[in-house]
């Protein structure tokens, strides 16, 4: 059992999200808290410069909205936070920054391009200095 478990959304993946939830939800201890967070990626300069001005204003305001949402249907959930980076990055920064004791992450299949690149949560479980979960 854990006392603070984060639970980084990818937005695209709501019912995801949901399904990561409640599997947090039965791995907390009484009084423990889930964090839900997401991570809007910068863009590089190059494409910021040909994009509206406000486009990742609005993305940070839509990821705000639809966090409200799921942190509505859990009870468990004390902390909607958003962060600015790369995704990756700013999920290890924040399971330190809050003393995450679990880290529960959703990944998808693998195909070819994760051997090159390596998907977030490649990087998360690497990296991480406390437990990850990965739900397939």
């Known amino acids: 059992m854990y006392n603070k478990i984060l639970v980084p959304v990818d937005l695209s993946g709501t ?13 907390l201890n009484p009084g423990g808290e889930i964090v839900l967070l997401n991570v809007v990626e910068d863009l590089p300069n190059y494409l910021a410069i040909d994009l509206p001005m406000d486009l990742i204003e609005n993305a940070i305001k839509d990821a705000k909205d639809r966090l409200a949402v799921l942190k509505e249907g859990s009870p468990r959930v004390g902390l909607v ?7 990756a990055r700013e999920i290890l920064a924040a399971a ?7 880290i529960i992450i959703a990944s998808h299949t693998p195909d070819l391009t994760n ?5 977030t949560a490649d990087r998360v479980v690497r990296h991480a200095k406390c437990s990850v979960l990965v739900d397939r």
């Open 15 to 27: 019912e995801k999200a949901q399904k990561i939830l409640a599997k947090a939800e039965t791995l």
């Open 81 to 87: 936070e958003i962060r600015s980076g790369a995704p």
């Open 96 to 102: 330190a920054d809050l003393n995450a004791d679990l």
């Open 115 to 119: 051997y090159f690149i390596g998907a």
